[in-house]
């Protein structure tokens, strides 16, 4: 009897062992993913993807043949954005703790240490950079654009001191399309500045709609979002006034036929109607999350959109 527990015993120590192994593998795994901000990454990339493949379309080139180039593209656009998160993540360690969607990133936690985040950005912008110049200068250099902007310019400049600094982050956001297309066309087709535009306009409103939501996480955190600042009333003036100015942009781009132009129409009026009822609404907390949903569902179904058309 003694010996069989004994075995057993040592059956259990192992599968224990396994277990343990394997839980440290997922939970590594995990923070590395929220080390390079992944949603942000797979959000960016879609954009990224449809100005590699309207680039591919009015350019006359076939994606299978461009294949290795559109790889180059996408990896290297997903590198330097993850590489940029990294490094955002590593700066911002000090206030992240303060807000309840950052309280658990593995650099304000010590799963993993701060300088190694550093070095992982670094080396990722690094390798994407090398990517992209797979591809075209052009694509690289608006990735390295994209990347001062976002680390320099919002992360490190306007973040903590200016209510504009949802502004100038939106650099950075909108030029993943632009770095798609010139992937394949350094030209840089006035579709392309469309896009990029699209994306500028459309970070500003999805942005202010998640500080009304975390307001008082940003005032703790002493991040003067413009609801923190100015109060709501304000920001969902500000909103207002960047959801119309998307309205006039699909009509310039009537290259992709009237179906796009109509659905994009159509997205654009929805976001200003639900805008306009939050005038209305006493709850803004609610009405701010209902708006950042539907600027979710906006940018995946405006670029959707643009790809299908293409194969109608």
């Known amino acids: ?11 259990e120590k192992i599968q224990n062992e396994k277990n343990r192994d394997q839980e440290y593998r997922t939970t590594a795994f995990k923070d590395f993913l929220a080390i390079i901000k992944i949603g942000i990454v797979n959000s960016n990339l879609i ?7 309207l680039a591919l379309f009015f350019t006359g080139q076939s994606f299978l043949q461009e294949i290795d180039i559109v790889i180059y593209a996408l990896v290297g656009s ?6 940029s998160c990294a490094v955002n993540n590593y700066y911002d360690r000090d206030i992240d703790h303060v807000m309840e969607r950052t309280k658990v990133r593995p650099t304000v936690t010590g799963r993993i240490n701060p300088k190694h985040v550093l070095v992982l950005g670094l080396i990722l912008i690094l390798i994407g950079t090398g ?3 797979l591809t075209t200068v052009t694509a690289a250099v608006i990735g390295l654009i994209g990347v001062f902007s976002y680390i ?14 949802t502004v100038i982050g939106s650099i950075s956001g909108a030029v993943p399309p632009l770095i798609g297309w010139a992937a394949i066309d350094p030209e ?3 579709l392309a500045w469309l896009l990029f535009f699209i994306m500028f306009i459309w970070q500003p409103p999805h942005f202010l709609a998640l500080a009304m939501r975390r307001v008082e996480e940003y005032r703790s955190a002493g991040v003067p979002m413009l609801p923190v600042v100015h109060g709501f009333a304000m920001t969902k003036r500000q909103i207002m006034i960047w959801v119309l100015c998307l309205i006039p942009l699909p009509f310039y781009m009537f290259s992709l036929g ?9 997205l654009n009026i929805g976001w200003l109607v639900l805008g306009i009822s939050g005038f209305k609404k006493k709850d803004d907390i609610k009405w701010a999350k209902q708006m950042f949903v539907y600027s979710l569902n906006y940018l995946t179904i405006m670029f959707v959109t643009m790809i299908i058309v293409t194969l109608v």
């Open 1 to 11: 009897m003694t010996t069989t527990r004994s075995v057993l015993s040592a059956d």
């Open 78 to 83: 997903a590198l330097v954005i993850a590489g």
């Open 47 to 53: 954009t990224a993807f449809t100005g590699v493949w």
């Open 131 to 133: 990517f992209l110049l």
């Open 258 to 266: 009237g179906l796009f132009v109509t659905i994009a129409t159509l």
């Open 152 to 165: 320099v310019l919002y992360t490190m400049w306007s973040k903590r001191r200016y209510t504009i600094n």
């Open 188 to 190: 840089l087709h006035v």
